[in-house]
Nanobody
Framework: QVQLVESGGGLVQAGGSLTLSCAAS????????MGWFRQAPGKEREFVAA????????VYADSVKGRFTISRDNIKMTQYLQMNSLKPEDTAVYYC????????????????????WGQGTQVTVSS
């Protein structure tokens, strides 16, 4: 079993920054892609960013490209999402997730590729 626990959410003014962390425990962290999704009130959950096991492949939603940076530390079994230049439309619950199937290089956007989810952390950006 894999457990994912997010932290680092909070309230920030527009233009500010936050860093989310996701600590994994249980069986295996390595050889799996990791990702971040978010869900705003009244909206469906959407892809934010993903990173391959090797860290060599990163993928971002167009809405966050250039502002957010995903990274991971396989020794610490932790992934991060550095969020800069935050906008009110970034307000959402952010979820950490791990891919279902092992892969060295993939970083999927498709929610169906992910099988383990954290409980979510709230990010609120005030205008």
């Amino acid at each position: 079993q894999v457990q994912l626990v997010e932290s680092g959410g909070g309230l920030v003014q527009a233009g500010g920054s936050l860093t989310l962390s996701c600590a994994a425990s249980g069986r295996t962290f390595g050889t799996y892609a990791m990702g971040w999704f978010r869900q705003a009130p009244g909206k469906e959950r959407e892809f934010v960013a993903a990173i391959s096991w090797s860290g060599g492949t990163t993928v971002y939603a167009d809405s966050v490209k250039g502002r957010f940076t995903i990274s991971r530390d396989n020794i610490k079994m932790t992934q991060y999402l550095q969020m800069n230049s935050l906008k009110p439309e970034d307000t959402a619950v952010y979820y950490c997730t791990r891919a279902r199937a092992p892969s060295f290089y993939s970083a999927p956007r498709d929610e169906n590729e992910y099988g383990y989810w954290g409980q979510g952390t709230q990010v609120t950006v005030s205008s």
